[in-house]
């Protein structure tokens, strides 16, 4: 895993050829959240492959900024990098919020193919802003969290949902449910006090929230694969010495292979935790995925009528 940075830093001798720089990277999730793991590797593959040139301090959990700042953090200057929710920014273009789509993508393989498409797009909207993007990294699909089995559509309704970007609120609504916008570090309060009854979210952030403590069924509905973005001040990143620009791209092109396997074990790994701590883990009707799918291709049409020529060229490239 760690060649790359061994032969890097043989070849470039960075320690005295640059002036050693630290950059502060504020992250929205916990430190066991396989997205921070992997964050944290690849800040560490940095600071071999560059011999101390670069040093990457992360700072997870929104300890530094929160969530919905990190992006405009990085855009101002005040931090040279940061992770953050792709599709949260799907109110500034929906070629954003792709990923998030009921039932678009439902899989990794449509995950990456989804994300292939998607990419080159992204990255000129967030070049427009002086940003670049480094690395993506899809969470597990998508699942429904419930205090007993949801079997249908209508049994949503009128439960208090939470919701974490655009696209997940227009869902509750659709089901009549009531969207609350919850963090993911504050998802057990939340449902301690009652702010929420409902969610849909990945394995990870469910058994990462103890979710049995506060639900007692898991339905695994794959409604989508969404993605964490890494994104880096372009300035920040054109003023760093050409050999130190060249280990930064490498460590983060192993993080995103990395950080996709790491993604596919969550999956399996977070399930059986849940099943372990007493969750029911419920396959979803025929009803059910039939009302929710039906929900996705409503959610599908208004966002094709509303999107940018730019996002719609991601799903045509997608779907051909």
Do not use: C
């Not at 992997?38 to 040093?55: M, P, Q, S, Y």
């Not at 939470?162 to 449910?177: D, I, T, W």
């Not at 309060?189 to 058994?207: D, H, K």
């Amino acid at each position: 895993m760690r060649r790359f940075v061994t032969t890097l830093a043989l070849g470039l001798g960075l320690a005295g050829a640059a002036q050693a720089e630290t950059w502060d990277m504020p992250t929205p999730y916990g430190d066991a959240t396989f997205h921070t793991v992997n964050i944290r590797e690849f800040a560490a593959d940095v600071e071999t492959a560059t011999e101390g040139a670069l040093t990457i301090t992360v700072h997870s959990a929104g300890s530094l900024f929160p969530h919905g700042e990190i992006k405009n953090a990085i855009r101002s200057g005040q931090v040279p990098a940061g992770e953050f929710f792709l599709s949260t920014l799907a109110n500034e273009d929906l070629a954003y919020g792709i990923d998030s789509q009921p039932f678009v993508a439902t899989s990794y393989d449509d995950a990456k193919k989804l994300w292939a498409a998607q990419k080159p797009v992204v990255t000129k909207l967030l070049e427009g802003q002086g940003l670049m993007p480094l690395f993506s990294v899809a969470w597990p699909a998508q699942g429904l969290y419930t205090n007993g089995e949801i079997k249908t559509v209508d049994d949503l309704s009128g439960l208090r949902f939470r919701a974490y970007n655009p696209v997940l609120e227009q869902f509750a609504a659709l089901a009549k449910a009531a969207p609350v916008q919850v963090e993911a570090a504050d998802i057990p309060q939340a449902f301690t006090t009652g702010q929420v009854q409902a969610m849909i979210t990945s394995p990870s952030t469910g058994a990462n929230s103890k979710a049995w403590d506060f639900v007692d069924t898991y339905t695994p509905i794959n409604a989508w694969v969404p993605k964490n973005i890494v994104v880096v001040n372009k300035r920040a990143f054109d003023r760093l010495d050409p050999a130190v620009q060249e280990a930064v791209l490498a460590a983060a092109a192993t993080a995103e292979t990395r950080g996709w396997e790491m993604s596919a074990k969550e999956t399996e790994e977070k399930v059986a935790v849940m099943k372990e701590n007493g969750m029911t883990i419920a396959e979803p009707s025929p009803e059910l995925v039939e009302g929710l799918q039906s929900i996705g291709a409503e959610m599908l049409e208004a966002w094709e009528e509303q999107a940018s020529d730019d996002a719609k060229a991601i799903l045509s490239t997608y779907q051909n």
